[in-house]
């Protein structure tokens, strides 16, 4: 019923920018928290970004300043500016979403299958 699909990864030199967006897709459900967390090769995934359905946002400090994180409520939609990337950006990056179901009335966390940005100097 809910999926997420990520879209704006790729390969960008170091200082350069990207834009990543994430749409959810389906039918009966509302969205509340969304975010994009990383995950580079033999490492945890870390949060990088959220933001509330009060557009209340919270950055991971290795990425405040650099990143901006925004949302259109409208299209269902959470996107990841990435402003002065560095190589330690190189990761991939999952769209998460906590959606209220309208079939069973339960709160889900979903997850995207995670688009691929790779930094080189």
């Known amino acids: 019923q809910v999926q997420l699909v990520e879209s704006g990864g790729g390969l960008v030199q170091a200082g350069g920018s990207l834009r990543l967006s994430c749409a959810a897709s389906g039918s009966r459900f509302s969205i509340n928290d969304m975010g994009w967390y990383r995950q580079a090769p033999g490492k945890q995934r870390e949060l990088a970004a959220t933001?509330?359905?009060?557009?209340?946002?919270n950055y991971a400090e290795s990425v405040k300043g650099r990143f901006t994180i925004s949302r259109d409520n409208a299209k269902n939609t959470v996107y990841l500016q990435m402003n002065s990337l560095k190589h330690e950006d190189t990761a991939v990056y999952y769209c998460?979403?906590?959606?209220?179901?309208?079939?069973?009335?339960?709160?889900?966390?979903?997850w995207g299958q995670g688009t691929q940005v790779t930094v080189y100097s």
């Open positions: 933001i509330t359905t009060g557009d209340s946002i």
């Open positions: 998460y979403a906590r959606i209220f179901r309208h079939w069973d009335r339960r709160v889900n966390d979903y």
